[in-house]
């Protein structure tokens, strides 16, 4: 174990739907991520916190909304996807967010289909 | 701009054999550069990373990568694979200073009994 968690593991929804992924981390890592993997394409960073603090928002759609109450828990809202968004998505700690070299922690990710 | 290549969708390597998985980049500046892991059903799991110092380093599992400066390469090695390193493996760099880790499209590596 990572010491990344994520829940669900599965999840299918609708267009129309609404629905949240979450993210904990039990390693008292100050910086938390969102990254989009699909199948032959690289990881795509979606969104960085340093300190519960957005620090970063890599041109994502608006249907995809984080949440980061503390810096051990990191929520992704989804509403009114399309099925171009069914990937992986993958949640990551890392101790700080700094110059760049700190190693990721990944959490098992949650397989999203959007019918 | 930066970006990394891993030129290989795809490796096959027969059980106790030599491996090597290939990465390239191309960054402005001295880059950090780094290797995941993916196993099935997992996230990425976190395997080297050269920063600085000596250019040969050594990670888990028995990998090492080389950084090659003048072809501005980062290839995975292991002496002798193992059906368990059978898995997807990712090459990411993040130039020095510069706080955005690019990640590759991935090698799918499959060790043959």
């Known amino acids: 174990e990572t010491g990344v968690t994520q829940t669900p593991r599965h999840l299918v929804m609708g267009m129309t739907n609404k629905k949240s992924l979450k993210c904990e981390q039990h390693?008292?890592?100050?910086?938390m991520y969102w990254y989009k993997q699909s199948a032959k394409k690289p990881l795509e960073l979606m969104f960085v916190?340093?300190?519960?603090?957005?620090?970063e928002n890599n041109s994502v759609p608006s249907r995809f909304s984080p949440e980061c109450p503390n810096s051990s828990h990191l929520f992704l809202h989804l509403h009114t996807l399309q099925p171009e968004d069914s990937a992986l998505y993958l949640c990551?700690?890392?101790?700080?967010?700094?110059?760049?070299?700190?190693?990721?922690?990944f959490g098992s990710g949650t397989q999203l289909s959007v019918l | 701009a930066q970006s990394v290549a891993q030129p290989e969708d795809q490796v096959n390597v027969a059980e106790g054999n030599p491996l090597t998985v290939k990465c390239t980049y191309s960054?402005?500046?001295?880059?950090?550069l780094f290797w995941y892991v993916q196993y099935p059903n997992r996230g990425l799991q976190f395997l080297l990373k050269?920063?600085?110092?000596?250019?040969l380093v050594k990670g888990s599992y028995g990998f090492e990568a080389e950084f090659n400066k003048s072809q501005t390469s980062f290839h995975l090695k292991k002496p002798s694979a193992l059906v368990s390193d059978s898995a997807l493996y990712f090459c990411?760099?993040?130039?020095?200073?510069?706080?955005?880790?690019?990640f590759g499209t991935g090698t799918r590596l499959t060790i043959i009994p």
């Open positions: 990411a760099v993040n130039p020095f200073g510069n706080e955005k880790l690019t």
């Open positions: 990551a700690s890392s101790q700080d967010k700094g110059t760049g070299d700190e190693k990721l922690f």
């Open positions: 960054v402005s500046g001295n880059p950090y």
């Open positions: 390693l008292g890592h100050n910086a």
């Open positions: 050269y920063i600085t110092g000596d250019n």
């Open positions: 916190y340093s300190l519960e603090e957005r620090v």
